[in-house]
């Protein structure tokens, strides 16, 4: 009896032991990193073991939705930085929901990430009025993404040696040159998203980024400078990107209207994902069909295409000039169409044929939407189960 109560002791003991105290500080310091640093602070209340440890945080993520009070966020800002040890920070994240950003905190912000060579950049901001052009001077980041709602004005040209992804969500870009080539001087940049990017340009956008491997362009909005002597505002005509990235392996693309796109220099292209819907280009049909046929040249060397449903609808539908171009894939060795998330097996044989035709693969890729499909066979009703 006595030795069941000492070992039940025993166990009630080593479970009631602080075993994650025992850690060594880079293993918690890695732990609270996954957390805000609000609730990595309050771990200092555990035990005088936890009253630095957050000091030393590699990743730093801050939102104002933990908070009820925006000048409670705006201060806990100040004070994590200005504690914060220099040599530890790798990444930053900062995301406003609810107010304004001012200024000198924006500067703050930006500060802390060049004076501590921090590799990793994330702002979401709303309401934010401030200038970003400082962001620019920090070399060490490898990630930036800017996520700014209402939009920011940015430089004509980003020169981040070490940048390797940069994301732009719902930031303006604007530009009076004749081309404008935002990141050319970005020579390690591999992965680029555009999201909800509002362009403001006088006629070319260029995408000229010579280690680009991952390009993203979802739901982009041209607009034409002041300046420009166009007056229609919706002509895709004068807003024509072009793309030189000759690494690029993947590039997908989201919008209801196709791009005047210009990519002549990808020969390792291999996956093109095209998501497109309602085409409501201010064209006729057969001009805002060519738009569609000249955008599917171009990325003429993928070896993986998935499209949308809505864009083989919108082929679908002009059979008789579908007919007379010729098949824009010389490489093609798989084919998805997605409605929704889903995958779909039945296409149009006039829109099968104009993808599939021109790669060396036909046949197989013919017969994986020709399958029929497999009847179930009916059970002889002597081989049915007794009842």
């Known amino acids: 009896m006595d030795n069941?109560?000492?070992?039940k002791t025993k166990w009630h003991e080593e479970t009631q032991m602080d075993r994650l105290s025992d850690l060594p500080d880079s293993l918690i310091q890695h732990i609270l990193s996954f957390m805000d640093a609000k609730y990595a602070v309050q771990t200092c209340i555990l035990s005088k073991r936890w009253v630095g440890i957050w000091t030393h945080l590699q990743v730093v993520k801050i939102d104002s939705k933990?908070?009820?009070?925006?000048?409670?966020?705006?201060?806990?800002?100040?004070?994590?930085?200005?504690?914060?040890?220099?040599?530890?920070?790798?990444?930053?994240?900062?995301?406003?929901?609810?107010?304004?950003?001012?200024?000198?905190?924006?500067?703050?912000?930006?500060?802390?990430?060049v004076s501590h060579s921090v590799q990793e950049l994330d702002l979401s901001l709303k309401n934010?009025?401030?200038?970003?052009?400082?962001?620019?001077?920090?070399?060490?980041?490898?990630?930036?993404?800017?996520?700014?709602?209402?939009?920011?004005?940015?430089?004509?040209?980003?020169?981040?040696?070490?940048?390797?992804?940069?994301?732009?969500?719902k930031v303006r870009l604007k530009s009076e040159n004749h081309c404008f080539d935002l990141f050319s001087s970005c020579l390690d940049l591999q992965n680029l998203v555009l999201d909800h990017v509002f362009l403001i340009?006088?006629?070319i956008f260029n995408i000229s980024a010579p280690a680009l491997v991952n390009l993203t362009i979802s739901n982009i909005r041209f607009h034409v400078?002041?300046?420009?002597?166009?007056?229609?505002?919706?002509?895709?005509?004068?807003?024509k990107v072009v793309i030189t990235a000759p690494r690029l392996t993947s590039f997908s693309f989201t919008h209801h209207r196709p791009l005047s796109l210009s990519m002549d220099n990808s020969p390792l292209?291999?996956?093109?994902?095209?998501?497109?819907?309602?085409?409501?280009?201010?064209?006729?049909?057969?001009?805002?069909?060519?738009?569609?046929?000249?955008m599917l040249r171009q990325l003429g060397n993928a070896r993986s295409l998935t499209v949308s449903l809505g864009l083989v609808k919108f082929l679908s539908q002009h059979s008789r000039l579908l007919e007379e171009q010729p098949f824009p894939f010389s490489k093609l060795e798989s084919l998805k169409?997605?409605?929704?998330?889903?995958?779909?097996?039945?296409?149009?044989?006039?829109?099968l044929n104009f993808f599939v035709q021109g790669s060396p693969m036909a046949e197989e890729l013919l017969a994986k939407f020709q399958k029929p499909k497999k009847r179930m066979r009916k059970q002889p009703m002597d081989d049915w189960p007794d009842v």
């Open 4 to 7: 069941k109560y000492t070992k």
């Open 128 to 169: 934010s009025i401030g200038d970003l052009q400082s962001v620019f001077r920090c070399q060490s980041l490898r990630v930036l993404k800017l996520d700014l709602f209402c939009g920011l004005p940015l430089p004509n040209s980003i020169s981040l040696a070490s940048l390797k992804t940069l994301i732009l969500c």
């Open 269 to 294: 292209l291999e996956n093109v994902n095209l998501s497109m819907f309602k085409y409501d280009l201010p064209y006729t049909q057969e001009r805002s069909f060519m738009f569609v046929i000249d």
């Open 225 to 239: 400078a002041m300046d420009a002597n166009i007056t229609n505002y919706a002509s895709m005509e004068y807003q």
């Open 337 to 351: 169409v997605l409605k929704g998330r889903q995958s779909r097996k039945k296409i149009p044989p006039n829109v």
């Open 201 to 203: 340009i006088s006629d």
């Open 66 to 113: 933990f908070f009820n009070r925006v000048v409670n966020f705006r201060n806990f800002i100040c004070q994590v930085l200005d504690r914060c040890e220099t040599s530890n920070v790798l990444a930053v994240s900062i995301c406003m929901r609810k107010s304004t950003l001012e200024q000198s905190l924006l500067d703050k912000i930006i500060s802390f990430a």
